[in-house]
């Protein structure tokens, strides 16, 4: 998202309110990408941005096909590099990766032709999510700018909080992170954003609250002692909701842990629009191939 | 055979400075003399123009990877020695950390014996404190001792023990070796690809913190007075090391140190952009540690540059960042970018002499100077003489360097083994 000027965010998002109409009709499919091959490199267990982008390319016509770490020759110890200019030989045009190592798909970006699209690099960046989030609020809000955002876990590990910290404070938002001392990464406020060790102060005044999921294994790393207490603490409940805003919007990038960050009745309640986030997931990651294949520019990297 | 370096300023500190000519006659200083009054008395004598340079003491690196035995696509003892010579080195010293791990006799022979195949510069092997650099049980320092080994060393890996750690200085001292510490924390450091800080946090990338050096740095100092046995810290690269070494100094604990060209002229901000090329261990830390390493070369903190020289192929390096394998090549670059430093006034000229040449003899034991009798070990560096780097064109095997492209002023433009010249810039060496 660093890359990315607020003329191109907006341009990404315009799109994408009118790739989201074509996902409404009965048939669901545009010609706008026949005879363009997209690639979905997922080096990483994910099924919610592959099918995603898997519906993306289909809905424009684009032929796609998944290759995943456990089927690719990484597991019989090719290079990542070699294993893109095997797939770069058979020409195809776009090339959505997701890797554990962050600036994976930026050292493939420099040195291949076909254009890249980060779909999550380690705990870098994960710019389609942060585009999905800025359409889903847009559209629930009509604007970005003035609201308070806040983001709520474990902010040390996550590439979405990394992302929406840089896309939500370019396009004039102000963006609050939280959780507890041993999630917050050193300078973390160099992206422009305000750090609080305290949930309650975090939400207060909140348009929008993101919660991030809790990975158990963490507990290993001493970040935390026990889902117990995290969800006593830091987890987004219906008491604590009661000192954001009224109206507040409640977001996740999943998968949801429920009873861990957030409580069952708040994921599930009025304020939640987290499934909105899935859809419009699909809208903007339809724009992003459409402008890449038509030249717009490369959304390589960040 | 007589060779008659003339005209150059001769620095060996504590000892000469000033225009003079140096006469070798069969590999040994027979003469040093004020410039000009040896003129014409060695009509048969081979002459090095030396005017306008620095000629100094044999410059010592004391902290080499050379791969051999066990990767030899990375480095040979044969290709680090010629880089050793091209970068004006006389003398390295290699690192255990082989395949096998030189803890024996037999691996600290076979290495001496590719060096003196090679030829080239004189090699010291540092053999490991502990068996295999596992941590478990002391090296046979006597054998290793009597085999040729300089110092001992598990550098690349800490020695997490601190009773082995102990053990090791008391039981090296019987037998003079120095110990050299690799200073990590390894639970603090785990899984971290780079220095934490704000780069880390931008780039995605697991942080390693400062206080993971110098909890070791400082621990070892403790060890360092608990025995009374000096103690050599190796690649300092925060500001907290360098207190910590100051204080115990002024404390008159035993402790020397050294520190490698990229932490006094890099700093994280060269990973951005996830240039393998600047990950190694130490990482580069912030401006403020660099500030401070410069600080501690410039009070005597530091004592040596060494440059962890760690040849790496294509293979380790061309891969995602936080795969990739720790370490840069130094050995062609280091007097440049030494240089720098006297350029801008962190040091002086002949301070540079004593931390590549004198310091490091002296805490490795080893004779050293410009003095009639004693082998001629000689490097001529021309301080004005400008270049651009080109790692293709590199004596080492590897070309994982930062520096690629750089611009530098100044470079050691002869080096004299024994009286032997094992590089002289624009001529084939046979």
């Known amino acids: ?302 | 055979m007589l060779i008659l370096i003339k005209g150059g300023r001769v620095i060996d500190p504590g000892n000469l400075d000033g225009i003079m000519d140096i006469l070798i006659a069969d590999g040994k200083i027979v003469e040093i003399k004020k410039h000009g009054s040896a003129e014409g008395e060695y009509p048969e004598a081979k002459i090095i123009d030396a005017s306008d340079k620095i000629v100094t003491p044999g410059l010592i690196d004391m902290h080499v990877h050379l791969r051999e035995p066990g990767h030899e696509y990375k480095e040979t003892i044969e290709s680090g020695s010629l880089a050793a010579a091209f970068g004006g080195f006389t003398a390295i010293c290699c690192m255990p950390n082989t395949d096998p791990v030189n803890d024996c006799r037999q691996v600290t022979e076979y290495i001496l014996q590719q060096a003196e195949a090679a030829d080239t510069v004189r090699v010291y092997p540092v053999a490991a404190i502990s068996k295999g650099l596992k941590g478990g049980r002391l090296c046979e320092y006597a054998e290793l001792k009597k085999a040729g080994a300089i110092a001992v060393s598990d550098d690349g890996k800490p020695v997490n023990n601190s009773r082995l750690m102990r053990r090791a200085l008391e039981y090296s001292k019987g037998f003079d070796l120095p110990v050299i510490s690799h200073c990590e924390d390894l639970d603090l450091a785990a899984g971290g690809a780079m220095n934490e800080g704000v780069v880390a946090t931008q780039l995605g990338l697991a942080g390693i913190p400062n206080a993971s050096e110098s909890i070791m740095v400082l621990r070892d100092i403790a060890l360092c007075e608990l025995t009374g046995v000096p103690v050599h810290i190796a690649h300092v690269s925060t500001k907290e090391s360098v207190r910590a070494i100051k204080d115990a100094k002024t404390r008159g604990i035993p402790v020397t140190a050294e520190t490698a060209p990229h932490y006094f002229t890099l700093t994280d901000e060269s990973v951005k952009n996830y240039n393998t090329n600047a990950k190694m261990y130490p990482p580069l830390r912030s401006g403020s540690d660099r500030e401070a390493v410069c600080q501690g070369l410039s009070d005597g903190t530091i004592d040596v540059i060494a440059t962890d020289h760690a040849p790496h192929s294509f293979i380790e390096k061309q891969v995602e960042f936080d795969r990739a394998a720790n370490g840069i090549i130094g050995l062609e670059t280091s007097v440049s970018l030494s240089l720098k430093l006297v350029q801008d006034g962190v040091i002086s000229m002949t301070v540079l002499v004593e931390k590549m040449s004198t310091h490091p003899a002296r805490i490795l034991g080893l004779k050293n100077g410009l003095h009639i009798g004693r082998p001629a070990d000689i490097t001529i560096i021309d301080p004005e003489r400008s270049y651009r780097v080109a790692a293709d064109n590199f004596r080492s095997l590897s070309r994982n360097t930062p520096f690629d492209g750089w611009d530098m002023k100044g470079k050691a433009v002869l080096t004299m083994v024994e009286g032997k010249i094992v590089y002289q810039e624009g001529y084939q060496i046979e």
């Open chain 1, 1 to 302: 998202m660093e890359s990315l000027s607020v003329d191109e965010i907006n341009l990404i998002l315009d799109t994408a309110d009118k790739m989201k109409e074509i996902s409404q009709r009965p048939i669901k499919k545009v010609p706008a990408l026949r005879g363009k091959t997209v690639v979905l490199f997922f080096y990483e267990p994910s099924t919610r941005t592959r099918t995603s982008f898997d519906i993306a390319a289909k809905r424009l016509s684009a032929d796609s096909l998944s290759i995943s770490a456990s089927s690719s020759s990484m597991v019989k110890g090719e290079t990542l590099i070699d294993t893109a200019r095997t797939i770069e030989a058979m020409n195809p045009d776009v090339i959505v990766i997701r890797h554990g190592s962050a600036g994976a798909p930026h050292m493939l970006a420099k040195i291949m032709k076909p254009s890249i699209i980060n779909a999550g690099d380690g705990m870098h960046a994960h710019p389609t999510q942060c585009l999905l989030d800025l359409m889903t609020v847009r559209e629930n809000r009509g604007k970005i700018s003035g609201l308070r955002i806040a983001v709520i876990g474990d902010i040390s590990h996550s590439r979405v909080a990394r992302s929406n910290s840089i896309g939500f404070t370019k396009m004039g938002a102000h963006v609050v992170l939280a959780g507890p001392r041993t999630m917050i990464p050193k300078g973390i406020e160099s992206l422009g954003v305000s750090v609080s060790y305290n949930v309650e102060e975090a939400i207060r005044d909140a348009d929008v609250i993101m919660m991030l999921r809790i990975q158990k294994e963490r507990q290993q790393d001493f970040l935390f002692p026990s889902e117990r207490e995290y969800s006593a603490v830091y987890g987004l409940t219906t008491a604590k909701l009661k000192k954001a805003k009224e109206n507040v919007l409640i977001m996740h990038p999943g998968p949801i842990n429920r009873g861990v960050e957030i409580a069952y009745d708040v994921a599930d309640g009025p304020y939640s629009i987290i499934l909105d986030q899935v859809t419009n997931g699909v809208a903007v990651r339809m724009a992003l191939l459409y402008l890449v294949t038509g030249g717009a520019r490369n959304a390589d990297s960040d």
